[in-house]
């Protein structure tokens, strides 16, 4: 360790003694000057003046499918196969192989293209066909290459094809792209050659350095020995703008520096007389002080100083007042690290002091680590996770390591401008994550949580730990006064092939803990109720995987610590999200045939659910029977399932309760198959379609734990018939109208089913509600109909009525039952065109669906109504912007729904969005309210939007709820100020979010849903 520090405390010492001698030597120097030389690699060849060629401020662009690339004396070399394509401009050459040379400069690329198979040079207003072909093309705009499937790092030499290119490039001709000629022999030139000779090979181990004027301006040279040291050394002093680019550095290609003055050293016993390019052995001494707005580029690296210091031999370097800068792709900006000082350790390792580092484009930045120390160094790691095909070394065939730009830093402080916010005395993590851990912040309060602070942290930043590729891992760390403390931990990942397999998978989890001393409110009469359990959490998991032969696999795991918590802190999870559930799901579809075995079971004792101990369902669908005069459909399910109902609230005097009248503690062998025939056929303008279906069921225990058996059959007959007319001179710029064509369509489906068993005998082993809509069945009982539930409200006789569970695929094939119906549909669509001229499409400008069911048993089927089940939906698309929406559904017995709503959504300009809408809800039991809504969202400026909701009833005179809110973007930032109102919990909040745009942004338990609440709700 003493003899580490002492060789660092030697070098550093020598880079000061080095800067103290170049201040000195700059102060006087003479002229000499420099030579001029040029190299791409083979000599450079005259060409005659041509009516077209391509202009070097163009790019060049290079397609193949397949590419095999490597350096070769500083030369990038490149063999092509596969519809090779290179444009300049516009000027294009194709052919089914070629190979190029690419050699760069600071500011040109050069490359010479050796075409071979089908050539095809096509040029503004001629094209040529030939068998091969060599050009040289020059470009100041850079070269892009789109390969298919690229292969870097492997020599080709012997490949036949190299071969011919490298001989046809030695040849001392050349062609130059023509308009009406293609290849140009050159006789020898006589007296004196203007053209270089032919670079020599570079041999391994040696270096090249080329020096180049900053501007157009000659630089000045001084050259002298210097005999004080050992060995002696030959210094060189260049002043008035210099740019140097160094060759032969290992892993790094080119190394180009410049700067307005500098100082070279190196061996004074193999003295060369000063010249523009200079060769010399990699083990000779080397090195370089720079002075005056010094630029250096290293491999990925971009390096800005005042004054600098370079040991070519070492690879190691000094520089003051200093930045780095690195593009990474990932995140798609450039990483900044600004200091007083940077060392190059290494070869691809610096070390910042006094530094600040930022992703931030701006010259102050909005946000910046501050930090004493910053370690940046590359790493190269192998992932095993989410790499699906990664690219193998030839030699040992083991995946190639890939590389990554890696920060460190130490006694960190995070800063928005100038104001320090939190402290970490360690981080490390890759440069693309160069955000603080911290990835979110809020701040609220409202009379449920009282006082809030949520925070969101990138656990990978936080702990110091190798990112796996396709994850993201974040933690949470919250704080409530009204509840407590709460922690928390989310994430996704993604990938390929996961052990080995050929597979694609993905999958999330999330999990939350908080120790609550507070009460649930989940409004209208259950604002105060005690949680069954102070320690409350979350687990939530899931998994989903893909593999060959149409296999899928998928995982789910859910554990809730109490019936409330979801619905308390995860709001708009309990609403719209998937039920937590544990189970496993493998599925297999080829075609038209699939086939699944399910294995569920319960773990939240609060929920009602079915456990399978398996389940297995094998499907059939379409298959083409009597030469397609029939088709054949069938699904067949067997499994032993346990259905258990969820228990009762903790607080039911205050959470009102009543079990579903479907669900009991019922268990056994569940089996169906079911199968249907169609024949199809067409009568004139009419689709007829005959169908019949029979099932066969066995529940082992139905409600009364009694064994039932269940034959039912379906017998129908669909048809369909389409009519359209077409009034082309229909124009209306006012309402977007370019013609018009109305089509309609008339739909009647007649069906007579009988079943052996009764409905009301059967239990719901399949589900066909989720947890949230269960919950509000349970206390709909009490709370709309005084405890006893009206059979027009039953799930169970709705869905039969519907045919809700007739159709063969449907899951919950319980829901059947003797049944007469005549289904009808009439559909309209008013379509227009719109667009260009020359590129117009058809839309829909208005639709209008009408829907009716006709029961001829009206007693049993409708409870006594010939008609019911009346729909309409409508919408008219005024513009691209602005929609009328109107739906309706009504039943005309007694006390039966009667649903519709009207709405306009316009967004007229780019900066205001309208939605107005009218909503009525009513049935039996004195449920009548009709709620109207309204949002506004306005964009003032780049800057500055804002945004407004409110909702009233007007059925029961109440106010439901308002949101405001207030957001500026920034270019780091994104702070949004809302406050909220919410009747029915009587909770009103305000919150303060600040979302960086530098990081990801998750939603935690308060979030959101939880700070600004429903205002329906």
Same mark, same amino acid.
Request: aromatic share 12%; hydrophobic share 35%.
């Given at each position: 360790?003493?003899?580490? &520090?002492?060789?660092?405390?030697?070098?550093? =010492?020598?880079?000061?003694?080095?800067?103290?001698?170049?201040?000195?030597?700059?102060?006087?120097?003479?002229?000499?000057?420099?030579?001029?030389?040029?190299?791409?690699?083979?000599?450079?060849?005259?060409?005659?003046?041509?009516?077209?060629?391509?202009?070097?401020?163009?790019?060049?662009?290079?397609?193949?499918?397949?590419?095999?690339?490597?350096?070769?004396?500083?030369?990038?070399?490149?063999?092509?196969?596969?519809?090779?394509? &290179?444009?300049?401009?516009?000027?294009?050459?194709?052919?089914?192989?070629?190979?190029?040379?690419?050699?760069?400069?600071?500011?040109?690329?050069?490359?010479?293209?050796?075409?071979?198979?089908?050539?095809?040079?096509?040029?503004?207003?001629?094209?040529?066909?030939?068998?091969?072909?060599?050009?040289?093309?020059?470009?100041? =705009?850079?070269?892009?290459?789109?390969?298919? #499937?690229?292969?870097?790092?492997?020599?080709?030499?012997?490949?036949?094809?190299?071969?011919?290119?490298?001989?046809?490039?030695?040849?001392?001709?050349?062609?130059?792209?023509?308009?009406?000629?293609?290849?140009?022999?050159?006789?020898?030139?006589?007296?004196?050659?203007?053209?270089?000779?032919?670079?020599?090979? %570079?041999?391994?181990?040696?270096?090249?350095?080329?020096?180049?004027?900053?501007? *157009?301006?000659?630089?000045?040279?001084?050259?002298?020995? =210097?005999?004080?040291?050992?060995? $002696?050394?030959?210094?060189?002093?260049?002043?008035?703008?210099?740019?140097?680019?160094?060759?032969?550095?290992?892993?790094?290609?080119?190394?180009?520096?410049?700067?307005?003055?500098?100082?070279?050293?190196?061996?004074?016993?193999?003295?060369?007389?000063?010249?523009?390019?200079?060769?010399?052995?990699?083990?000779?001494?080397?090195?370089?002080?720079?002075?005056?707005?010094?630029?250096?580029?290293?491999?990925?690296?971009?390096?800005?100083?005042?004054?600098?210091?370079?040991?070519?031999?070492?690879?190691?370097?000094?520089?003051?007042?200093?930045?780095?800068?690195?593009?990474?792709?990932? /995140?798609?900006?450039?990483?900044?690290? #600004?200091?007083?000082?940077?060392?190059?350790?290494?070869?691809?390792?610096?070390?910042?002091?006094?530094?600040?580092?930022?992703?931030?484009?701006?010259?102050?930045?909005?946000?910046?680590?501050?930090?004493?120390?910053?370690?940046?160094?590359?790493?190269?790691?192998?992932?095993?996770?989410?790499?699906?095909?990664?690219? !193998?070394?030839?030699?040992?065939?083991?995946?190639?390591?890939?590389?990554?730009?890696?920060?460190?830093?130490?006694?960190?402080?995070?800063?928005?401008?100038?104001?320090?916010?939190?402290?970490?005395?360690?981080?490390?993590?890759?440069?693309?994550?160069?955000?603080?851990?911290?990835?979110?912040?809020?701040?609220?309060?409202?009379?449920?949580?009282?006082?809030?602070?949520? +925070?969101?942290?990138?656990?990978?930043?936080?702990?110091?730990?190798?990112?796996?590729?396709?994850?993201?891992?974040?933690?949470?760390?919250?704080?409530?006064?009204?509840?407590?403390?709460?922690?928390?931990?989310?994430?996704?990942?993604?990938?390929?092939?996961?052990?080995?397999?050929?597979?694609?998978?993905?999958?999330?989890?999330?999990?939350?803990?908080?120790?609550?001393?507070?009460?649930?409110?989940?409004?209208?009469?259950?604002?105060?109720?005690?949680?069954?359990?102070?320690?409350?959490?979350?687990?939530?998991?899931?998994?989903?995987?893909?593999? $060959?032969?149409?296999?899928?696999?998928?995982?789910?795991?859910?554990?809730?610590?109490?019936?409330?918590?979801?619905?308390?802190?995860?709001?708009?999870?309990?609403?719209?999200?998937?039920?937590?559930?544990?189970? %496993?799901?493998?599925?297999?579809?080829?075609?038209?045939?699939?086939?699944?075995?399910?294995?569920?079971?319960?773990?939240?004792?609060?929920?009602?659910?079915?456990?399978?101990?398996?389940?297995?369902? @094998?499907?059939?669908?379409?298959?083409?029977?009597?030469?397609?005069?029939?088709?054949?459909?069938?699904?067949?399910?067997?499994?032993?399932?346990? !259905?258990?109902?969820?228990?009762?609230?903790?607080?039911?005097?205050?959470?009102?309760?009543?079990? /579903?009248?479907?669900?009991?503690?019922?268990?056994?062998?569940?089996?169906?198959?079911?199968?249907?025939?169609?024949? $199809?056929?067409?009568?004139?303008?009419?689709?007829? +379609?005959?169908?019949?279906?029979?099932?066969?069921?066995?529940?082992?225990?139905?409600?009364?734990?009694?064994?039932?058996?269940?034959?039912?059959?379906?017998?129908?007959?669909?048809?369909?018939?389409?009519?359209?007319?077409?009034?082309?001179?229909?124009?209306?710029?006012?309402?977007?109208?370019?013609?018009?064509?109305?089509?309609?369509?008339?739909?009647?489906?007649?069906?007579?089913?009988?079943?052996?068993?009764?409905?009301?005998?059967?239990?719901?082993?399949?589900?066909?509600?989720?947890?949230?809509?269960?919950?509000?069945?349970?206390?709909?009982?009490?709370?709309?109909?005084?405890?006893?539930?009206?059979?027009?409200?039953? $799930? #169970?006789?709705?869905?039969?009525?519907?045919? *809700?569970?007739?159709?063969?695929?449907?899951?919950?094939?319980?829901?059947?039952?003797?049944?007469?119906? @005549?289904?009808?549909?009439?559909?309209?669509? @008013?379509?227009?065109?719109?667009?260009?001229?020359?590129?117009?499409?058809?839309?829909?400008?208005?639709?209008?669906?009408?829907?009716?069911?006709?029961?001829?048993?009206?007693?049993?089927?409708?409870?006594?109504?010939?008609?019911?089940? %009346?729909?309409?939906?409508?919408?008219?698309?005024?513009?691209?912007?602005?929609?009328?929406?109107?739906?309706?559904?009504?039943? /005309?017995?007694?006390?039966?729904?009667? !649903?519709?709503?009207?709405?306009?959504? =316009?967004?007229? +300009?780019?900066?205001?969005?309208?939605?107005?809408?009218?909503?009525?809800?009513?049935?039996?039991?004195?449920?009548?309210?009709?709620? /109207?809504?309204?949002?506004?969202?306005?964009?003032?400026?780049?800057?500055?939007?804002?945004?407004?909701?409110?909702?009233?009833?007007?059925?029961?005179?109440?106010?439901?709820?308002?949101?405001?809110?207030?957001?500026?973007?920034?270019?780091?930032?994104?702070?949004?100020?809302?406050?909220?109102?919410?009747?029915?919990?009587?909770?009103?909040?305000?919150? !303060?979010?600040?979302?960086?745009?530098?990081?990801?942004?998750?939603?935690?338990?308060?979030?959101?849903?939880?700070?600004?609440?429903?205002?329906?709700?």
């Amino acid at each position: 360790m003493s003899g580490e &520090i002492y060789s660092v405390s030697r070098y550093v =010492s020598l880079c000061i003694w080095r800067v103290i001698v170049s201040i000195a030597i700059l102060g006087g120097v003479a002229t000499v000057a420099p030579a001029q030389t040029s190299f791409f690699g083979a000599p450079k060849a005259s060409y005659e003046e041509s009516e077209y060629e391509p202009s070097e401020q163009e790019p060049i662009e290079v397609e193949a499918e397949y590419s095999q690339a490597w350096e070769q004396d500083f030369v990038n070399v490149s063999i092509l196969k596969g519809n090779c394509q &290179i444009k300049q401009g516009d000027a294009i050459l194709r052919s089914r192989q070629m190979v190029i040379w690419h050699a760069k400069s600071r500011k040109t690329d050069r490359i010479s293209v050796y075409l071979e198979g089908e050539v095809r040079v096509d040029l503004p207003g001629e094209s040529k066909n030939e068998n091969s072909l060599l050009v040289n093309l020059v470009t100041q =705009s850079g070269l892009k290459a789109n390969i298919r #499937r690229p292969s870097n790092g492997v020599v080709a030499e012997d490949d036949p094809l190299l071969k011919r290119a490298t001989q046809r490039r030695g040849m001392p001709h050349d062609h130059q792209l023509k308009r009406a000629q293609f290849i140009v022999e050159k006789p020898p030139l006589e007296g004196p050659e203007l053209a270089p000779a032919p670079e020599p090979e %570079l041999n391994v181990g040696f270096r090249r350095i080329r020096l180049f004027p900053r501007s *157009a301006v000659p630089y000045n040279v001084q050259s002298f020995p =210097s005999t004080h040291t050992v060995p $002696p050394e030959q210094i060189w002093v260049i002043t008035g703008g210099v740019n140097l680019l160094i060759d032969g550095v290992e892993g790094l290609g080119m190394v180009d520096m410049s700067a307005d003055r500098i100082i070279i050293w190196t061996d004074g016993r193999d003295a060369q007389n000063f010249n523009s390019e200079i060769r010399q052995s990699k083990e000779t001494p080397f090195e370089i002080y720079l002075e005056g707005n010094i630029e250096i580029r290293q491999g990925t690296y971009y390096l800005k100083a005042n004054r600098a210091f370079y040991d070519a031999r070492e690879e190691r370097g000094v520089l003051l007042d200093a930045e780095l800068k690195t593009y990474l792709p990932t /995140l798609g900006e450039d990483v900044r690290v #600004r200091a007083s000082q940077i060392r190059q350790l290494s070869k691809g390792a610096y070390l910042a002091q006094n530094a600040w580092a930022t992703g931030s484009q701006f010259g102050k930045p909005g946000y910046k680590i501050q930090s004493s120390d910053v370690f940046i160094e590359d790493r190269y790691t192998t992932p095993w996770l989410g790499t699906g095909s990664p690219e !193998l070394d030839p030699v040992t065939g083991e995946p190639v390591p890939n590389k990554r730009a890696w920060l460190s830093s130490s006694n960190n402080t995070f800063q928005v401008g100038d104001i320090p916010l939190f402290y970490l005395p360690y981080v490390t993590s890759p440069a693309e994550d160069i955000y603080f851990p911290i990835t979110g912040l809020r701040f609220g309060n409202d009379r449920i949580f009282g006082f809030q602070t949520e +925070t969101e942290w990138d656990m990978y930043k936080l702990l110091g730990l190798e990112r796996l590729p396709g994850t993201k891992w974040e933690g949470q760390l919250d704080y409530y006064s009204y509840r407590g403390v709460g922690i928390g931990q989310s994430g996704t990942y993604e990938g390929a092939n996961l052990l080995g397999f050929d597979n694609v998978f993905k999958g999330d989890g999330e999990m939350f803990y908080i120790h609550d001393t507070g009460l649930d409110n989940l409004g209208a009469d259950r604002r105060a109720l005690i949680p069954s359990t102070k320690d409350r959490y979350f687990i939530n998991l899931h998994h989903r995987q893909e593999s $060959p032969f149409g296999m899928t696999l998928t995982g789910e795991g859910g554990l809730l610590s109490d019936r409330n918590f979801l619905n308390e802190y995860f709001e708009n999870t309990f609403e719209t999200g998937k039920d937590v559930e544990t189970l %496993l799901h493998l599925k297999q579809q080829q075609e038209n045939w699939s086939w699944s075995v399910i294995g569920r079971t319960r773990l939240n004792g609060f929920t009602t659910t079915t456990d399978w101990l398996p389940k297995a369902d @094998l499907f059939l669908l379409g298959e083409p029977l009597l030469g397609n005069r029939l088709n054949w459909t069938s699904h067949s399910s067997v499994g032993y399932g346990k !259905l258990k109902p969820g228990s009762a609230p903790y607080n039911p005097s205050q959470d009102v309760f009543t079990p /579903l009248p479907f669900v009991a503690d019922s268990q056994g062998l569940v089996a169906m198959t079911r199968n249907q025939l169609e024949a $199809p056929f067409n009568l004139g303008p009419i689709i007829m +379609t005959p169908y019949v279906m029979g099932e066969a069921a066995y529940w082992e225990q139905g409600l009364q734990q009694q064994q039932i058996d269940r034959l039912y059959g379906s017998a129908g007959l669909r048809s369909s018939i389409m009519a359209e007319r077409i009034f082309p001179d229909v124009y209306n710029p006012f309402f977007n109208l370019n013609g018009l064509a109305h089509k309609m369509v008339l739909e009647a489906d007649y069906s007579f089913s009988d079943s052996s068993a009764n409905l009301t005998n059967i239990a719901q082993y399949n589900e066909f509600d989720d947890n949230a809509q269960e919950r509000f069945r349970e206390r709909l009982v009490i709370n709309t109909f005084g405890g006893t539930l009206p059979p027009q409200f039953d $799930p #169970r006789f709705y869905a039969v009525r519907t045919g *809700a569970g007739r159709g063969v695929t449907d899951p919950y094939y319980e829901l059947v039952d003797d049944q007469q119906v @005549l289904r009808m549909a009439w559909r309209h669509r @008013l379509q227009t065109k719109t667009g260009p001229p020359d590129q117009q499409r058809i839309k829909d400008w208005m639709t209008l669906d009408l829907e009716a069911s006709y029961f001829p048993d009206a007693q049993r089927d409708n409870f006594g109504e010939d008609f019911g089940l %009346l729909g309409g939906r409508y919408r008219w698309f005024l513009g691209d912007r602005t929609t009328l929406a109107a739906n309706a559904y009504y039943d /005309l017995f007694d006390g039966a729904q009667q !649903l519709w709503d009207v709405s306009l959504t =316009s967004q007229r +300009t780019r900066r205001m969005t309208v939605n107005v809408a009218l909503q009525q809800i009513k049935g039996g039991g004195g449920l009548d309210s009709r709620i /109207l809504s309204a949002t506004l969202n306005y964009v003032m400026s780049e800057k500055w939007s804002a945004g407004i909701s409110t909702a009233y009833d007007l059925g029961e005179n109440m106010n439901r709820g308002q949101i405001l809110s207030i957001t500026r973007t920034g270019a780091d930032f994104v702070m949004s100020l809302g406050m909220n109102y919410n009747q029915s919990t009587g909770n009103a909040g305000i919150g !303060l979010t600040i979302m960086p745009r530098f990081g990801n942004f998750g939603a935690g338990p308060g979030g959101m849903s939880s700070l600004f609440g429903n205002p329906t709700q």
